[in-house]
């Protein structure tokens, strides 16, 4: 059942749950080119009906939000989770990786991506510089290495807990 009050709330350390919304999406289709199904070849999704999961959450005091969308097939899952990332500066949750989660879900996995708190900018300032100290791309490694760590690493692998902790069925 793909319905919120049917999805208990993942258990995060450290963190606060903002928001879970599950949606059912029905009769889902779509042309998925090989070009961002990397490592796999392009596959015509038909039909496809799946539940859309996002959980938003934040880490007190930090002043961030992440958001993880994890989609469910509702039937013919081949009982795997295919993460999705980004590329450059981007860690999910932007359009490749749509089209990367619709072509895994139309291989029957559930497929999770995240923001990792960072949003869909194409640049890391408006992330990487609010934090209390400045970071500038001339600084020396050890202090922009943190405020990088900080920002994304560590929520992108929080995403799979996420993801599997939230089966609707």
Not at 67 to 74: H, Q
Not at 119 to 148: D, H, M, N, Y
């Amino acid at each position: 059942m793909c319905a919120e009050s049917a999805i208990p709330y993942p258990t995060l350390f450290g963190a606060e749950i903002l928001n879970l919304s599950a949606n059912l999406v029905q009769n889902f289709s779509q042309e998925v080119s090989d070009r961002f199904f990397v490592h796999n070849s392009a596959i015509s999704v038909r039909n496809i009906d799946y539940c859309n999961i996002t959980v938003t959450y934040t880490h007190p005091g930090q002043n961030d939000r992440i958001n993880v969308e994890t989609w469910f097939p509702m039937k013919n899952w081949n009982r795997r989770l295919q993460a999705v990332g980004g590329g450059g500066w981007q860690a999910g949750r932007f359009i490749v990786s749509y089209d990367a989660m619709a072509g895994a879900l139309g291989k029957g996995y559930v497929v999770t991506s995240t923001d990792a708190g960072l949003g869909i900018t194409p640049t890391p300032e408006p992330w990487a510089l609010k934090q209390s100290r400045k970071c500038k791309f001339v600084c020396s490694p050890e202090p922009c290495f943190r405020v990088f760590e900080g920002s994304g690493t560590y929520k992108i692998r929080r995403r799979a807990v996420v993801a599997v902790t939230n089966p609707p069925f």
